[in-house]
């Protein structure tokens, strides 16, 4: 498979607790978004990478998110102290001029 | 603060029909708008656009930007069941790496 992978597809979590979800992007794209989608939504932009350089965070993530992309490969989003308000589809993408997204991490925080 | 807005927000036709989807948008400054299929979980690119009147076009889908009134359409002649789906439509400012998304258009075709 060639695609944008995701993992787990599925998550679920009691409040308060850490979460970290891995995104596995096309090999020779160098550039990495996460987004975020809630019901009824369109995605949310989180974060970009471009090789292991983070370079655009969203302002309305709070600090409880973190991202990060060593030797430009595989991304991981880590939310500490899960709320209910996170529970969400998180997505992930990679791209050269447009962007390839994958499957999706559902989280749901109970 | 930029703003894509889709219209209608929900539709319903008959397989055969012709579909006009609407994505208005309000910028600061245009680089680029595309358009997305969300079925089940991960958007499918569908098309970008970066000139004005010129139609971009694959298969029974095609798409149209008009820089000058802020908006793109997306058609789709001879609808069939898989059509159905939100079909997203996304505004990358220049100068960030992000795109603003609208809320979409969920498509429904009946057979």
């Known amino acids: 498979d060639t695609g944008v992978s995701q993992n787990p597809r599925h998550k679920i979590t009691k409040r308060g607790q850490n979460v970290t979800f891995r995104c596995d992007p096309i090999?020779?794209?160098?550039?990495l978004y996460w987004y975020r989608q809630t019901l009824g939504q369109g995605p949310e932009f989180l974060t970009y990478?471009?090789?292991?350089?983070?370079?655009?965070k969203s302002r309305l993530l709070s600090d409880r998110f973190s991202a990060e992309r060593p030797k430009g490969s595989f991304s991981t989003l880590e939310i500490q102290r899960t709320e209910q308000g996170d529970s969400a589809m998180y997505l992930c993408?990679?791209?050269?001029?447009?962007?390839?997204f994958g499957q999706g991490t559902r989280l749901t925080v109970v | 603060e930029d703003k894509v807005v889709q219209s209608p927000l929900s539709l319903v036709v008959h397989e055969g029909d012709t579909v006009t989807l609407n994505c208005s948008y309000e910028v600061t400054n245009f680089r680029s708008l595309l358009w997305y299929k969300q079925e089940k979980k991960a958007p499918t690119f569908l098309f970008m656009l970066t000139s004005s009147g010129i139609e971009k076009k694959s298969g029974r889908l095609s798409s149209i930007l008009d820089k000058k009134e802020l908006f793109s359409i997306l058609n789709i002649t001879a609808t069939q069941t898989g059509d159905s789906a939100v079909y997203l439509c996304?505004?990358?400012?220049?100068?960030?790496?992000?795109?603003?998304f609208g809320t979409g258009t969920r498509l429904k075709v009946l057979a």
């Open positions: 990478f471009q090789n292991e350089a983070q370079l655009e």
């Open positions: 090999s020779e794209h160098n550039r």
């Open positions: 996304a505004h990358e400012p220049p100068g960030t790496y992000k795109y603003i």
């Open positions: 993408a990679s791209g050269g001029t447009e962007a390839f």
